[in-house]
Every structure is written in structure tokens, then in C-alpha cells.
């Protein structure tokens, strides 16, 4: 038997240290360190378990083999972030808050994969079988013959799985509830999170089943437990949104079959989730477009174009020290806009409050949404409303200049169809132009700041 040792192990970060500490020497995390009693190690499993190694069938770097099978699971928005489907032999792992819908989006996807033939493994280790069942009621789901189970112990799962016709799907909800006897530490620790993921991930690709691992998130918002997760896996989707919108989006920050920051949008309904095939009509339904402070983005999340609406409202401060207050967007770099804006373009706007959002509840992370802040900012700053049928995206330099952004054809199509007349952007090339649109080019953000500030432009129209 295989002698156990004690060790502490960071619960953020993964990282293994021989004596406690209040803070994590390598991702600073503080009171996440546990003790963890294993054996020979890390997750590692008995001496007795080891064996000698055999030689291995190489292949030839240039040999021709067909792409991988995917499942498609009928669900386009789902089927748009994972690359076409779900990739057989894949591992994926999902997280998102608690309560903002991964587990009714997969029980979803199981049920359309189940009534089209697949055979679907639903693996609950947080619910009895009654509760997904009476989930699965209230989605209107019973009728798909999906196979259920309730169950933390993983050789018991493998066993389960592994007896009779491999399953097409097998989703785990959620890694953070099981447990194995390969190590012996507690479940939920960073061992036995790795242990099982490890194992899961093994028997995926040893027979060709998909397996979709359900993982909590922690205040930061990151996937709970050590990072190498992330690392096993084939892809890694977070499922965003506010509890107070209706809205969620699905984004792939990790896809080995795919294209990486993809994103799929629904809406939260009494049905269940809905995928909403326009999203950007949608977020830009109830906006006011007589509004100061109101300007419309045109952004891309992959391969997807977006308008989206940047909210910004300029108050005089009655403190010392101004508040910052920004819901969708990298605060820092608002500081930065906050700073071209004082120091190149002389606006005096630093000593007031400064209130910035997101409509919908999305987070925008594009550089191109520089301009449309800086816009929305000086709009409300002076009160003028910006056009209702102009939509804003670039990239600000510190030197004030409005750098061009990638894929400019694009955002346009977007804004041409649904019906906005005019752009506000950098420099963009002759093929990127599009005829059913006006194109107003700034090479400066002076001249954009100008021209609001005056309400109108050249010819005595409204910018």
C-alpha cells in the first residue's frame, strides 16, 4: 500500500506547497490553501496500480485522415459556439454561476440528441433522479428517452458507462461532486477535481463517447479548481449573463475543433432557453434613440457581428474623488478614453461622475468599441443626442488618433440590415465599403468630438 503523505494545495490555483499559509505564493489567492492527503503525490494513484510501458504505433505527420465526426445537436446557437457539434471523443467543460441555466441548456441538448437516435448518459451528481425528471416536465422534455443517473463515485460511473453500447453523449453535472478512490482527499478539493477530470477525459478518448463536464465558477468568475483542468480538455465554454436579464450568452474561450471567443445567444423563457438567431435586433429593441449618452457599437464576437448599445452618463460630482461605475466593459480602459479625452482633445471631463454600461447584460472586451464609448461620452457630456441611425466602432489611440479595426465589411452588412444609414469609424478599405451605407472617416478623435459637440456637420446635417 502506498504510503500517504500531506501536502497543501492552493483550491484556486492548483499549486502545492509543504506547509500552510494564508496567502498563495503563486496566484495570491488568500485562505484557499487545504490540506490534502495523498498518495505518492498529486493524483497519483497506488504503486501497485503502475506498470511497465508498451511501445506505441506511430504515425507519419503528413498522413491523410478524415476529420472528426460531430454530433449535431440541433441547437444552432450551441452548435455555432462548439464549431458544428460536439466532437466524438471530446471532452468539453461548461461553467457559468449558479442558476444562469448550464444545466437546462444541456438537458436540452441531451433530450434533441436522444430523439434523434443518440444514445444520451445524463449523469447528475447534485440532483436525485426526481429532480431532473421533474426538470425535464416542466421543459417539456419527458418524452426523450434519456438515460439518468445520480451518482458522485467515478469507477462507479465508469463501470456504468463502459457496460454494454458506449453512449454518444455523457454529460457530468458537475465535476465538482465527484469523487475517486485513487486519491483520498475530499470532493471538491483540487485533487480529486483533477483525478476525475482526468479520468473522465481518458475513457472520452479511449472510446470515442463525447463527455460535457458541468463546472462551478468562483467570485472572479473563473472555472473552480486548478487551471490544468481547462488544459485536459478539448473545449471550454462559459455561460455568461445577469439573473436580471433575460438574455445569456455561450462563449467559447477554448475550441480544439473550432474557433476560439464564438458565442451563442439565448433568452432565458418559461420554456426553457431560446436561441435568439438576430441578437442585435433584439438588444437594440427598446433603445431611446432621442437619448444623450446613447451610442450604437458595431462589434464582432468571433465570427459573429453584434450592435450593441453603449449607455454613458456625465454628472457632476459632488466628491473629492469622482466615481467610475462601468457594468460590460474594462474599466482601465475607460481610463485610458477618460485621458485621450483630457489630454488630446482638451475636454475637461475627469471631475465628474462617470456611469458606463452595456445593454443586455453582455461584456464587450473589442478595442473597436473605443470610439462608440468616446462618443456616448462627449454625448452626454453636452447633451446632444448622437444620430439614431449612425453606429460607431474604432480604436483610439493614446495620441488621440482613430486606428481602423479588422473585419469592417462585416459590422457593416450588420448595421445595413437593420437599417442604419451611417458609420463612424477609422480609415477601412475600398473592399470593405458597402454602398447601402454612409461611411464618415476619422483619422483624429478631435474631429469626431467636433463634430458632436456642434451637432451637425459640413453640409448642416446631424452627424
Known amino acids: 500500500m502506498a504510503k500517504i503523505k500531506l501536502s497543501f494545495v492552493c ?6 506547497t509543504s506547509k500552510w499559509a494564508g496567502r498563495c505564493e503563486s496566484c ?34 503528413g498522413s491523410v485522415s478524415d476529420p472528426a465526426a460531430r454530433i449535431e445537436t440541433g441547437i444552432a446557437e450551441l452548435d455555432r459556439v462548439t464549431g458544428g457539434g460536439f466532437v466524438n471523443g471530446s471532452a468539453v467543460l461548461v461553467g457559468g454561476d449558479p442558476g444562469i441555466g448550464k444545466s437546462t441548456l444541456l438537458l436540452q441538448a441531451a433530450a434533441r440528441l436522444a430523439l434523434s437516435g443518440h444514445k444520451v448518459v445524463y449523469v447528475s451528481g447534485e440532483e436525485a433522479i426526481a429532480q431532473v425528471q421533474m426538470r425535464a416536465q416542466r421543459l417539456g422534455l419527458a418524452a426523450a ?26 454529460v457530468i ?26 479520468a473522465l477525459t481518458r475513457f472520452a478518448k479511449k472510446t470515442g463517447a463525447a463527455v460535457v463536464l458541468v463546472g462551478h465558477v468562483t467570485k472572479d468568475g473563473q472555472i473552480a479548481g486548478p487551471r490544468v483542468v481547462e ?14 436579464h433575460m438574455f445569456r450568452v455561450l462563449r467559447g474561450v477554448k475550441n480544439r475543433y473550432g474557433a476560439t471567443d464564438e458565442i451563442g445567444v439565448f433568452e432565458m423563457t418559461e420554456a426553457g432557453l431560446a436561441e435568439v438567431a438576430n441578437p442585435s435586433a433584439l438588444f437594440l429593441d427598446e433603445r431611446d434613440t432621442k437619448a444623450a449618452g446613447s451610442a450604437v457599437f458595431a462589434g464582432l464576437e468571433g465570427t459573429r457581428p453584434l450592435l450593441i448599445e453603449i449607455q454613458a452618463l ?25 485621458a485621450v479625452l483630457e489630454t488630446r482633445c482638451g475636454v475637461r471631463i475627469g471631475a465628474n461622475d462617470i456611469y458606463l454600461n452595456v445593454a443586455g447584460g453582455l461584456k464587450v472586451s473589442e478595442p473597436a468599441a473605443d470610439l462608440a464609448v468616446a462618443a456616448a461620452l462627449i454625448s452626454s457630456l453636452t447633451n446632444t443626442p448622437l444620430p439614431a441611425d449612425a453606429v460607431f466602432f474604432g480604436e483610439v489611440s493614446l495620441s488621440g488618433g482613430v486606428r481602423p479595426v479588422a473585419h469592417a465589411a462585416l ?53
Open 11 to 16: 483550491q484556486t490555483c492548483g499549486a502545492a
Open 28 to 61: 495570491g489567492a488568500w485562505n484557499s490553501i487545504v490540506e490534502e492527503a495523498t498518495g505518492t503525490g498529486i493524483g497519483a494513484g497506488p504503486r501497485a496500480a503502475l506498470s511497465s510501458g508498451r511501445p506505441l504505433t506511430l504515425s507519419i505527420l
Open 145 to 170: 428517452p434519456v438515460l439518468l443517473a445520480s451518482e458522485t463515485h467515478v469507477e462507479t460511473i465508469l463501470a456504468t458507462l463502459e457496460h454494454g453500447e458506449v453512449p454518444d453523449l455523457v
Open 173 to 198: 453535472d458537475s465535476i465538482q461532486t465527484l469523487w475517486t478512490e485513487r486519491v483520498d482527499s475530499a470532493p471538491g478539493t483540487v485533487t480529486q477535481v483533477r483525478t476525475s477530470a482526468q
Open 231 to 244: 488544459h485536459m480538455v478539448d473545449a471550454v465554454l462559459y455561460f455568461e449573463g445577469d439573473t436580471s
Open 314 to 338: 456625465v454628472a457632476p460630482s459632488p466628491l473629492g474623488t469622482p466615481r467610475r461605475a462601468v457594468v460590460g466593459w474594462d474599466s482601465a480602459r475607460l481610463s485610458m478614453i477618460l
Open 411 to 463: 459590422r457593416l452588412r450588420e448595421a445595413a440590415k437593420l437599417g442604419f444609414n451611417r458609420a463612424c469609424c477609422g480609415k477601412i478599405g475600398a473592399t470593405d465599403r458597402n454602398g447601402a451605407i454612409a461611411i464618415d472617416e476619422f483619422s483624429h478623435l478631435p474631429d469626431l468630438i467636433a463634430r458632436i459637440a456642434a451637432g451637425g456637420d459640413a453640409d448642416g446635417q446631424q452627424v
